[in-house]
């Protein structure tokens, strides 16, 4: 493993000397040297000449290609010698086309990176019949965004929390994914009295209509999205955030009610920790299974200095890109924790996904 150099909470991309003798000989083995080199030419001679493909699970012009790109623009800054990173757009079925292809096709040994929905993370449990990779043997490098998800009103509504539609129902729009499943699942878990009109054709759509009156609101859209798109209506108090989704209050919404303290078992949390839990990596940026972990190593430090780079995050600024990290190891441990939940409360919530489509 490689050094972390810390300085003002930030990592930086000081010295970093192998951990151990068995990773330097890992890298040389790899190599196929036979004079072994320092330590950082080592790390430096892998990627040397290299062409890394990033492959981005969406289409292009979309929120995870917006990332993809902007990373791959930096990225190879970071990374000992320099690879050439190009970017590859393989859209379908919400990154499952582009996982599966990652898991077994693309090469193991760090030339072949990914930029997927986080979806992917629990669809083995909620989608079996879809896909052909396990997500606990992915790589992950990390992530740029914690997404948290929110549910907003039309300022005309009386809904001011979520208690309130504990009480009356709301009409909310359904324009496919989470917007369909958030309101169905908080239905389902907590009897929430929000009725979901499905069929519109995007969030754009979904906002329009609560501005025309067809709706009260939508349910599961990023707040990072309703700041980008609907700021103004945010700045004017045209619009309400009335509930916030994710394993952590976001800071920027002290005031606004959290869905988990809405649970009222243990079971009601597990099945919330199952349909949430991958917002905490929103952004999330993936190598095959079987790459070295040495190799591993060096793309996790690339991500993290790229994360922590000014030039990066003034990029990201301009471009109204939130960037929030979670990194590689966290996302590892998520999963895991995602995969102990009990049979019974995957079927509970496999069932409501199952409604939602």
């Not at 000014?310 to 990201?316: E, K, L, S, V």
């Not at 109204?320 to 999963?335: A, F, K, M, P, V």
Request: net charge neutral; with cysteine; proline share 6%.
């Amino acid at each position: 493993m490689i050094y972390l150099s810390i300085v003002g909470g930030h990592r930086t991309a000081a010295s970093r000397p192998w951990r151990s003798r068995v990773g330097l000989m890992s890298i040389l083995c790899l190599l196929s040297v036979s004079a072994p080199p320092a330590p950082a030419e080592a790390a430096d001679a892998y990627f040397k000449d290299k062409q890394i493909r990033l492959i981005v699970g969406s289409a292009p012009g979309g929120g995870y290609d917006a990332y993809g790109r902007l990373l791959a623009q930096y990225l190879k800054q970071h990374i000992p010698g320099n690879p050439t990173v190009i970017v590859q757009n393989m859209p379908g079925a919400g990154s499952l086309v582009a996982a599966n292809y990652i898991y077994n096709v693309a090469p193991r040994d760090g030339t072949f990176i990914g930029a997927v929905n986080a979806m992917l993370a629990t669809d083995p449990l909620l989608y079996p019949e879809r896909v052909k990779f396990d997500p606990r043997q992915f790589r992950w490098l990390g992530s740029a965004l914690r997404e948290n998800h929110v549910g907003v009103v039309w300022y005309l509504t009386r809904v001011k929390s979520f208690d309130d539609v504990l009480k009356n129902e709301v009409i909310v729009a359904g324009t496919g994914g989470a917007t369909n499943f958030y309101p169905l699942f908080v239905d389902a878990i907590l009897g929430a009295k929000l009725k979901m009109i499905p069929g519109y054709q995007g969030t754009k759509q979904g906002m329009l209509a609560m501005e025309r009156g067809e709706v009260g609101g939508n349910v599961g859209i990023t707040w990072a999205s309703v700041k980008a798109t609907n700021g103004n209506w945010l700045r004017d108090d045209k619009i309400r955030v009335f509930v916030q989704f994710g394993m952590k209050k976001h800071p920027e919404l002290p005031d606004v009610s959290w869905i988990y303290d809405y649970a009222r078992s243990d079971d009601d949390r597990a099945a919330m920790d199952l349909a949430f839990g991958n917002s905490e990596f929103g952004r999330p940026f993936i190598a095959p299974p079987g790459v070295p972990d040495e190799v591993v190593e060096i793309l996790r430090d690339a991500f993290e200095d790229t994360m922590s780079d000014p030039d990066f995050r003034a990029d990201a600024a301009r471009r109204q890109l939130d960037l929030e990290i979670t990194r590689g190891n966290e996302i590892q441990s998520l999963i895991e924790k995602i995969y102990k939940t009990p049979p019974a409360v995957v079927e509970r919530v496999r069932k409501i996904v199952q409604s939602a489509e």
